[in-house]
Structures are given as C-alpha cells and as structure tokens.
C-alpha cells in the first residue's frame, strides 16, 4: 500500500471543492454519506495541541462514582475515560460521565463567593473575597453555638466531597442534625432491611454476582433509565447469555422490554406480591432447606404467616393474574441459590418501604441465595486508616449511598449533640436508629420542635428538587438565622443563601479517597486535572478554612490534601506517586461468599443468623414479619404521580449540562394511550399538572404511550427548575418535586414514600 498523506489530499480536496465527490468514493465501499470517515487524522485536534496531562478521578456526574482517566492539554481539559484498572467503570462510561468536560465548562457556573443583598429568595448577590465569607460563617456559627448549642446547625451533603461536611465538620463541630439526601429520599429502607435480615447493609455497589446469575428480578429498579455504568454493562451481560429476567414494574421500562416476565402491577402493592412468592416457595417446598436450616431463624413462624397469602389473594390487591405469580416464584426457584431480587435503590416509595425490602431479602434468603456463587456477595470495605485526630463531638449519622458495612448504621439510641440535645428529625423514640432523615429536619427550623434548627450549611443538595414539598422548605429558610450553600452551580435554593461559596468541580480539586465496599474492595483516588476555574475552591479547603476559625483546628492538622492523602495511604503501604503509579486504584482482596469464612458466620445479626423474622422489630413494637398495608387509590380524576431517571441525566444537577441539555432538554409525561383519548389529549401537547394539594407544575408534553398502567402516570425527576440563572434548564418541563406536597414516612427507617401523591392533567393556559 502507497503511504497517502491524508491530511493534505483531504485539505487539497476542500480547496478544490471536490471532498463531497472524495465522500462518495469512499460511500461505493458502502460508506456513502459517511464525509468524516473522509476526513483523515484532524492536524488541528486537541491531541496534537501539546502534552497530553492524564490523571486520575472519581466520576461525580452520579453516586455510582466510577473511575476515570482525564486527559487534558495546557490546562484545558478534552477528554474523560473510564479507568480500566477500576472495578467499577471497567474502562467504561455512560453518557453523563463523558459529559464532565461539559459540566466543567458550563458558562453559567457560580463563580465567586457572595454575601446576600436582597431579600431571601430574590437572588441578588454581592461577590466578596474568600476571607470575608468565611469570617462572616464563623462569626455567626459561635454566636449560635454559644446562645442556642452546637445542635441547633444542620448540615445537609451529597455529591463525592459530601463527607467534609455532612461527616467531619458535622461530628467535629458536634452536630447530631447531619443528613444526606442518598439516605431517607433513596436506599434507607434498603439498608434498614438488610440490617435487620442479614446484620450488614448492602452498601454503595449492590453486591450481585452477576458474572454467574442466572435469574434476575427487578422490582421497580429501572435498569437502562437508570444508566449506572457497570450496572447497564453486566445487565447487557445477563441478557445476551440468555439469562432469565423477571420485572415487575407498572411500566413497560426498559429493563422490561428485555424481559421474559413483565408483571405490570398495581402501584404500592409489590409487599403483597413477595408475600405471595413467599407462600409459594414455602407450599411448594421450592425454597433451599439444608441452606435455611444451617443460615436462618424464624422459618416456622414465616410459614405460618404467609399460609392464606396465595397468589390468588395477591391476585385481586396486585392486578396481576394468579398464575404469572405462580409461575415467577417457579422461575426463580428453577435457578436457585443463582436467582436473585436484586435489592435496588431508590426505594423510598410509600412509606412501608422496609418491610416491602425485607419482604425482598426473605425471597432472596429461601433462595439460598445470599452468601451464594450467582446470588449476593458479601461486600467489603477496604482496609485504610483514617486521619489521626482527637475524637469527634458526636457519633455519624448522616448514612448515605456509599454506607459500608458496618459503617454508622448499628442500632441503638440516637446520637445526641455536646449540650445533650438529640438528633431533631422527629419524635423517633420507637424508631430503630437509621441514618438522619432530612427531610424530618425542615420542620424544627419552621416550628422550633423539638427545638429550632437555626443554621444550615447545605453542600452539594439540591435542597429544593431533592426534598419533598419545596415551599415548605422555602419556609423553613425563611425562619433560619444562617444558610450557606456550597455548590458549583446557581442552583434554585442559591437565590435563598445568605452566603454562597462556589466549588470548584471534580476535575479541577483532591478529595477524600473513595473506599468503595466491594468484592473486590477498592481505594480510588481524586486529583485534579486542571487549576480551578475562576474563584472557585474545593470543599476540603473551605471546611478546613471554616474549621480553624470556630476553633476545630485539630481536626484538621495538615497543611493541604497532598499531605492528608499521603497520611492516609501510608497505611496501606502506598502514597501518592505510588497510587498513580498504580493507575489511580488500589484493590484488595474480600471474602465473598460462605465458604471463605471457614464456617464461621457472616451474618451479623443478634442471632448470628438470617432473621426471617426479625425479633428487634417485635422488640420495638414493629411488625417482626412483613405485612401488606394498602395505600390510598388516586382519587377521581387523578394519576398517581411516579418518577424515576433519564439516562442522559442525574436528578435535577445536569439539565443545564450543555451537551447533556442538547441530548435531551425536557422531560415528558408518559401518559396511558386510551386515558389520553378518553381525555381528548394529543401525543406531544403541552399540559399543566396540579396535585391533590393544589401545587402545579409544568407545562409538560404528553407521551401517549401503552407502555403505563391506567391509573398512573410518569416523568423523568430533575426538570422544571425556577431558577433562570440556569440559562439551559430554566423553565424546561415539569418537576416531580414540585407536586411532592406530601410524603409517607417510614416508621422503621424514617424514609419519605414519594410515590404517595396524585396529579390531574389541565390543559395549559
Ligand atoms: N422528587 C424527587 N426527589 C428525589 C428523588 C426523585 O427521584 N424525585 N431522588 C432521590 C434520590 S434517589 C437521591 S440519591 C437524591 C439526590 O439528591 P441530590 O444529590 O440533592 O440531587 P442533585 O440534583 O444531583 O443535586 C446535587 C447538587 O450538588 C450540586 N453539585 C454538583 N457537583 C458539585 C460539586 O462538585 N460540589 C458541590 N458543592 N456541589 C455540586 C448540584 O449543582 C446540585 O445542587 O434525591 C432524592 N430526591
Ligand atoms: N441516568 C441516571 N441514572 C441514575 C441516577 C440518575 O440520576 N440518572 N441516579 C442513581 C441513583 S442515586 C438512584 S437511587 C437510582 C434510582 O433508580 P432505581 O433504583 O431504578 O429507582 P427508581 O427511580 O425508583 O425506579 C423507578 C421505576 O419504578 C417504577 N415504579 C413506580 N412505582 C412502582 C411500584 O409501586 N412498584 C413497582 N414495582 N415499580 C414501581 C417506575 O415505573 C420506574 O420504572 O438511579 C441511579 N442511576
Ligand atoms: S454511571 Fe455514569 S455518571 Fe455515574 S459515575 Fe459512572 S460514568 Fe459517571
Ligand atoms: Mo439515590
């Protein structure tokens, strides 16, 4: 073959006119109407520019946090990987991690500290220098620690960098009222349960074997919209080798098109359906007796409670017919112990959340499955030591997606604040101890009970698309005496801020290495990229800076994160040259299944044992075996407002992401294609919603759709923001949020069901 300098012979074509005839050369070998394939090496790519910078991070586009290789050229960064080397991302990423470099250039980003000038909510802002925010914080945080006790602050986190604040800060200062948003609005039924089932919760990667599975079941969790990397790709896996896939979802998701089973249930009644599967593994002696007999406790008193809950009574309360019962229990017997309910995440639905997951774990214990090859692992945090520093005021309650086994979670009483105040997220005293339920905390900064919450320091929470009924969280700030919000961009509850400091991304700072529980147990390291844009900080530095004016300067004993990452990698015989040299990741190795605790038991509960029936609920006044409670139909008229993901975006931070916003820039309401009919609504029209409390969101387009019940009706989460700083995502479709005005809480977990409100559909004015 003649070498062909491309380059120029495409260059020499443009000038002449000729590279569309050059085009359909190429197109004869099939690849007409292809010109880029034309094109040739580009001289002018970011790649030829200069020196090719690589570091290594933790992608913060969503909580699954995979890592990835960044590469960057004179301080501007081009492209983002996924690191091969991680366990998590397996050298890939989903749409929304390859769009960081868009996240981190989005011209509308907060740039510099400001000091309120306007009225809360108004949004008008002075910009100040660092030192004059942080003197004004500090002044205002002792005034209320000296007056009213270190409880009285609360601190809100989420994104990767949340525990400097809803963690170290939170327990050094000696705050009780620490919460994150991944807990009691996402996997706190999920972690009770397991707690309560197995005696270790499930953590922050569901530990599935999904290399040697056989059968999976999903209950509403939405694989595919929900776009978690690894999640997608061993899914993907599964149903190319021809796995078996049960869902059971009231919408034809995408995770239900690849499925053998699709059970189309009746929303809030999937408790009654475990409890049928139950009955039927149970009657049918389909479930793994010599597993039970060495592993469980509590199987008579399961029997006996589940023997009139046939498929035929699960039937009438489910809508689904006996026999697809029957048949999905016998499915997944057929594969057992490598059949497995997978545990899911966001699970905070209606209230009785935790007994519908322990109901889960059950199914997934008669089984065999837990412990098992082709079921669930035993997860693992990786060894590491922390930081030395003196102990912290109070003990961490703030939980989260990234909870590790053994982590904040034991039960026991309720962490209580230096002036022996406990935690304020409601009357709790029967309650098992769960992680802090945020949104129990937007009361006692309205109603002072059981005592006022005066200040709020929210990192990275989207304050109000995150938490149920905003304008009752716009309340709540109005009565506060100091809220400061630290986040990267003018996000709506920014307008309310007394003082706003603006973050610098994930690809422009250090943070706290990920520790990720795992089979595989895993240290990721965060670095940045580049220098960060304009005057932007990391959160590290903010905490450490605020920490040294309200006298918590020994927690914070290094000079820079360098210095504290190199501390703590010391104990792990590593360092920071050490871990790039390891390409960003250091893996260890766990024990994950039964065999490789030698006989000894992994089930950390009081019994040593899987607790079908859990005595510590009994002991506490709870239902010790799960119980179907009904939830309210939707009234005349209206649709049960469900939710859930987009696949090219995370909750309500990437609408405004320029790419991602490009791909999909409003959501739609997924409408039943007959009730649009009989309601004289056309596919693709814009309506209003309004909820049973008369809270309206939108306009919103209509997807007609067979794909969803009757008697419901769904929307991706995170659209329709009021805030117009956000140039891209202002004013685009409906928000979820918005027309949350109540919620039902979990008596265990202390989790907000969301799926509890209703919406009828008005044509827009
Ligand atoms: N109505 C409704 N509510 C829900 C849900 C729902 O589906 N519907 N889902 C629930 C679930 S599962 C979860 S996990 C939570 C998620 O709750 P959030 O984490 O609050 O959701 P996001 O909208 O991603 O908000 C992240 C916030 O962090 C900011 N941010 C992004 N990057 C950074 C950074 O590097 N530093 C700082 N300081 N800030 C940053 C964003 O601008 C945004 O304000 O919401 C829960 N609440
Ligand atoms: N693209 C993208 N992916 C994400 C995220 C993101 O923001 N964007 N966020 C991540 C996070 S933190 C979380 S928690 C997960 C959340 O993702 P999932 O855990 O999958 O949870 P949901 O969003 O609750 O799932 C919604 C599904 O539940 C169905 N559903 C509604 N009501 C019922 C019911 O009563 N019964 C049953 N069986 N099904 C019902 C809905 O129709 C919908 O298909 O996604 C993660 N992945
Ligand atoms: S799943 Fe996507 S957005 Fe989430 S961490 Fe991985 S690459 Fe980033
Ligand atoms: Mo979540």
């Known amino acids: 073959m003649p070498r062909v300098p491309l380059e120029i012979t495409r260059r020499d074509l443009l000038k002449s006119g000729l590279a569309a005839g050059a085009a359909g050369l190429v197109g004869t070998n099939g690849l007409r109407g292809a010109p880029a394939m034309a094109a040739g090496p580009d001289e002018d790519a970011w790649y030829r520019q200069g020196e090719i910078r690589t570091t290594y991070n933790v992608c913060d586009m969503c909580p699954w946090h995979c890592g990835v290789v960044v590469h960057s050229v004179d301080g501007v960064v081009h492209k983002i990987d996924g690191n091969p080397h991680d366990p998590k991302s397996r050298g890939m990423l989903c749409p929304r991690g390859q769009a960081g470099v868009s996240f981190l250039y989005d011209p509308d980003r907060l740039r510099a500290p400001m000091v309120r000038t306007g009225e809360r909510g108004e949004g008008r802002f002075q910009e100040v220098e660092w030192d004059f925010a942080l003197d004004l914080i500090a002044q205002k945080l002792n005034q209320i620690k000296e007056r009213s006790g270190q409880e009285s602050v609360a601190i809100f986190g989420h994104t990767a960098g949340d525990s400097w604040w809803a963690e170290h800060f939170a327990q050094a200062w000696g705050t009780p009222n620490a919460a994150k948003p991944s807990s009691s609005l996402c996997i706190s039924p999920r972690e009770e349960a397991s707690l309560l089932t197995f005696g270790t919760p499930v953590g922050g990667h569901e530990p599935l074997d999904w290399a040697e599975l056989e059968c999976l079941t999903l209950i509403g969790s939405h694989i595919g919209e929900d776009s978690r990397n690894t999640v997608m790709q061993d899914f993907a896996g599964l149903h190319g080798r021809g796995g078996t896939i049960i869902v059971v979802d009231p919408r034809f998701s995408s995770a239900a098109t690849k499925a053998d089973h699709w059970l189309p249930i009746k929303p809030g009644t999937d408790t009654a359906l475990l409890l049928a599967w139950i009955h039927v593994l149970i009657?049918?002696?389909?479930?793994?007796?010599?597993?039970?007999?060495?592993?469980?406790?509590?199987?008579?008193?399961?029997?006996?409670?589940?023997?009139?809950?046939?498929?035929?009574?699960?039937?009438?309360?489910?809508?689904?017919?006996?026999?697809?019962?029957?048949?999905t229990a016998r499915a997944m017997a057929e594969h057992a112990p490598r059949a497995v309910i997978?545990?899911?995440?966001?699970?905070?639905?209606?209230?009785?959340?935790?007994?519908?997951?322990?109901?889960?774990?059950?199914?997934?214990?008669?089984?065999?499955?837990?412990?098992?090859?082709?079921?669930?692992?035993?997860?693992?945090?990786?060894?590491?030591?922390?930081?030395?520093?003196?102990?912290?005021?109070?003990?961490?309650?703030?939980?989260g997606c990234a909870a590790e086994p053994g982590d904040d979670d034991e039960l026991g009483e309720l962490p209580t604040g230096p002036t022996g105040k406990a935690r304020a997220d409601g009357a709790r005293e029967t309650f098992l101890q769960g992680p802090t339920a945020m949104q129990e905390l937007i009361d006692p900064m309205i109603t002072g009970d059981p005592y006022r919450i005066e200040a709020l320091i929210c990192y990275g929470v989207n304050l109000l698309h995150s938490v149920p009924d905003p304008e009752r969280t716009k309340e709540a700030l109005r009565n506060l005496e100091l809220f400061v919000a630290i986040d990267v961009l003018?996000?709506?509850?920014?307008?309310?801020?007394?003082?706003?400091?603006?973050?610098?991304?994930?690809?422009?700072?250090?943070?706290?290495?990920?520790?990720?529980?795992?089979?595989?147990?895993y240290i990721h390291l965060r670095e940045p990229a580049i220098e960060p844009l304009y005057d932007t900080k990391p959160?590290?530095?903010?905490?450490?800076?605020?920490?040294?004016?309200?006298?918590?300067?020994?927690?914070?004993?290094?000079?820079?994160?360098?210095?504290?990452?190199?501390?703590?990698?010391?104990?792990?015989?590593s360092d920071l040259d050490d871990l790039r040299d390891r390409r960003g990741v250091i893996v260890q190795e766990g024990r994950p299944f039964l065999e490789d605790f030698e006989g000894s038991s992994p089930f950390a509960t009081p019994s040593g044992k899987i607790e079908l029936y859990a005595q510590s609920l009994a002991n506490a006044g709870l239902d010790p075996l799960p119980v179907y409670e009904p939830v309210e139909d939707p009234p005349e008229g209206y649709f049960r407002l469900l939710y859930g993901r987009h696949p090219v975006h995370t909750f309500a931070k990437t609408q405004n992401t320029p790419v991602l916003s490009e791909a999909f820039s409003e959501n739609e309401l997924w409408l039943n294609d007959e009730v649009a009919v009989?309601?004289?609504?056309?596919?693709?029209?814009?309506?209003?919603?309004?909820?049973?409390?008369?809270?309206?969101?939108?306009?919103?387009?209509?997807?007609?759709?067979?794909?969803?019940?009757?008697?419901?009706?769904?929307?991706?989460?995170?659209?329709?923001?009021?805030?117009?700083?956000?140039?891209?995502?202002?004013?685009?479709?409906?928000?979820?949020?918005?027309?949350?005005?109540?919620?039902?809480?979990?008596?265990?977990?202390?989790?907000?069901?969301?799926?509890?409100?209703?919406?009828?559909?008005?044509?827009?004015?």
Not at 358 to 365: E, H, L, M, P, S
Request: net charge negative.
């Open 342 to 399: 997978m545990p899911g995440r966001h699970v905070t639905w209606y209230g009785n959340d935790t007994q519908r997951m322990r109901a889960v774990f059950i199914v997934n214990a008669l089984l065999g499955a837990y412990g098992r090859h082709g079921g669930m692992y035993f997860n693992q945090a990786p060894y590491i030591q922390d930081v030395p520093h003196p102990p912290y005021a109070v003990a961490g309650s703030a939980g």
């Open 678 to 765: 009989e309601l004289g609504v056309a596919d693709g029209e814009r309506v209003m919603l309004e909820n049973q409390d008369g809270a309206t969101s939108g306009p919103i387009k209509v997807k007609a759709t067979p794909r969803i019940r009757h008697d419901a009706v769904f929307m991706a989460h995170g659209f329709g923001s009021d805030a117009p700083e956000l140039t891209r995502a202002h004013g685009r479709g409906a928000s979820d949020t918005k027309l949350q005005t109540r919620y039902a809480l979990d008596p265990i977990c202390g989790g907000a069901g969301l799926r509890v409100n209703f919406v009828r559909i008005t044509l827009e004015a």
């Open 283 to 327: 009657t049918e002696e389909l479930y793994d007796a010599a597993y039970l007999d060495r592993w469980a406790t509590g199987f008579d008193q399961l029997a006996e409670h589940v023997r009139d809950m046939t498929p035929e009574w699960a039937a009438e309360i489910t809508d689904l017919p006996a026999e697809a019962i029957r048949d």
């Open 539 to 573: 959160g590290w530095w903010m905490a450490k800076e605020l920490g040294e004016r309200v006298g918590l300067e020994n927690f914070f004993r290094w000079d820079d994160l360098e210095e504290y990452l190199t501390t703590r990698l010391r104990s792990v015989g």
């Open 490 to 521: 003018p996000q709506e509850h920014i307008a309310w801020a007394d003082i706003v400091l603006p973050e610098s991304t994930y690809l422009e700072r250090y943070d706290e290495l990920f520790t990720m529980a795992h089979r595989t147990p």
